[in-house]
């Protein structure tokens, strides 16, 4: 049996969908790629167990549409797995019937939808396309498998597949997330052309660099506008052995200089201490550089410290806002003075915060918005902060953000298509125009003569020049990004 693990081109006009490996949907004017490692274990879990396995990524590869569908052709898949997200699932019905149109009498493709979304609201797509299953939770490595072995050898299906019975639909039952992550082979980076995802990414200082996870996903996990919440409901992790061995396949195989690991939030305590001692002792932290997200008020001074020893760079912080009731509105379960302090400890280690932002809630106002900017040029001009990334607020269906605005009437549409980050669809006192001007402001703060000066006395190769010059185009890609018309 073949299974081909499907990401089609999308051409409207709009730019790079930012799909893969992602919390949140946004088109992108500047080619930006994202490893999705939960599909990239799915392909070498299942060619492990002796499937054919096609990774046929027509983003990252820059393919025409038609030049997929040739592909489709010419390879002949049992299963074409698609993951899918609020913004683009729409534009994936279509395709999905165009998949199954193609069927002949010696090939009838079973088509497969998994993601966030369809997790959320998996009898929609059933009612709105052909499509033969929707896997619903985020183990889609083990639910994929398991689908292959029930259509080729008859094996039970698992908890939270939906599918067909004749003209009826069905499933069986809500997903289980009871899968043991160390069960899985390392990925098979050569299978899913690792190489796409290595340089086009503004994570990465130093280049190649892959993504891991080494968790599922966020210990937290309340907040209540994320959408991996409804994929990922339980935490678990990897044992660090499990991951330091990946890493040291991906310095001494594949040549990797720089590491993000995409968990939600990197695993604190015991497990922190264990992983960045085996960095150490291993000899890896003079090797790679490691990234991640991590959480204000899980560390220590003295887990800032052995984090830089152990080699990581770039701390990633959901700061959201920088008022504190828009913060307890999302159950964000820190503050700002736990923000501050955390990244003035990650700087004063010598690691790079980076903290995230996001305007346009549904009880923010211009006044409330503004406070965020202020903070974050306060630390930006404090040098405790390196570097910042704005959006726009979207409720995804699911998260309990979408459940409260639908509530309390407060959704502009639930016209998937806009749902993409370039207009707000939640109703509240800021105003398109007011949204984007506060996130391009966001982008600015940083715009202080102390942050600059500080940021040019530090450059000590060329490689550091070259960082800043791509991060200054990315700055500037993202600002174009929010400066589109609103509709």
């Not at 409207?12 to 949907?25: A, E």
């Not at 079973?110 to 009612?127: F, I, K």
């Not at 920088?322 to 302090?341: F, M, S």
Request: hydrophobic share 35%.
């Amino acid at each position: 049996m073949k299974v081909m693990i499907a990401y089609p081109p999308i051409e409207d006009g709009k730019g790079i969908p930012l799909l893969t490996q992602n919390r949140q949907f946004q088109w992108f004017n500047k080619p930006t790629y994202i490893y999705p490692v939960v599909p990239a274990t799915a392909a070498t879990l299942l060619k492990s167990k002796g499937y054919d396995v096609v990774w046929a990524d027509g983003i990252a590869e820059g393919l025409t549409y038609s030049r997929f569908v040739d592909m489709v052709r010419q390879e002949n898949p049992d299963i074409i797995a698609i993951e899918t997200k609020t913004p683009v699932v729409k534009k994936h019905w279509r395709i999905v019937d165009e998949f199954k149109a193609l069927a002949t009498d010696d090939w009838k493709p079973n088509v497969v939808l998994l993601g966030d979304h369809v997790t959320a609201l998996p009898r929609e797509s059933m009612e709105n396309c052909r499509v033969d299953f929707v896997l619903t939770g985020g183990d889609y490595d083990f639910s994929l498998l398991n689908l292959a072995d029930h259509l080729s050898r008859g094996s039970a299906l698992e908890p939270g597949v939906w599918y067909r019975r004749n003209s009826d639909i069905d499933n069986t039952g809500k997903f289980e997330l009871k899968h043991d992550l160390n069960d899985e082979p390392t990925i098979d980076r050569d299978l899913t052309k690792w190489r796409l995802y290595a340089y086009k990414n503004g994570n990465f200082r130093k280049r190649p660099g892959a993504y891991v996870m080494a968790g599922r996903d966020c210990w937290w996990g309340k907040c209540t506008f994320c959408s991996w919440t409804t994929i990922f409901p339980k935490y678990r992790v990897r044992k660090p052995e499990n991951v330091l061995d990946e890493i040291g396949e991906l310095i001494g195989k594949y040549g990797v200089r720089e590491i993000m690991d995409d968990t939600g939030t990197f695993p604190a305590g015991q497990w922190l201490e264990t992983f960045c001692q085996g960095m150490i002792d291993r000899g890896y932290n003079k090797k790679v550089t490691m990234n991640c997200n991590m959480r204000a008020g899980a560390l220590k001074k003295k887990h800032y410290d052995m984090m830089a020893k152990a080699g990581f760079r770039m701390l990633l912080y959901g700061l959201e806002a920088a008022d504190q009731t828009v913060l307890n509105r999302v159950n964000k379960g820190t503050t700002t003075e736990e923000i501050a302090e955390a990244c003035r400890m990650a700087k004063q280690a010598g690691l790079q915060p980076h903290i995230t932002t996001m305007v346009g809630y549904p009880w923010e106002t211009k006044e409330s918005a503004t406070k965020t900017i202020d903070f974050a040029r306060d630390l930006f001009a404090k040098g405790w902060v390196d570097s910042l990334q704005s959006s726009i607020i979207i409720p995804y269906p699911g998260t309990p953000l979408f459940d409260e605005c639908k509530k309390n009437g407060w959704l502009v549409t639930e016209d998937w298509d806009r749902y993409d980050m370039t207009e707000s669809v939640i109703k509240s006192a800021l105003s398109n125009e007011d949204i984007k001007d506060l996130t391009k402001g966001l982008y600015k703060s940083f715009l202080t003569p102390r942050f600059i000066i500080k940021k040019l006395l530090a450059i000590r190769s060329f490689q550091d020049i070259k960082f800043l010059g791509r991060a200054g185009l990315s700055v500037i890609s993202r600002l174009r990004e929010f400066s589109r018309g609103t509709s």
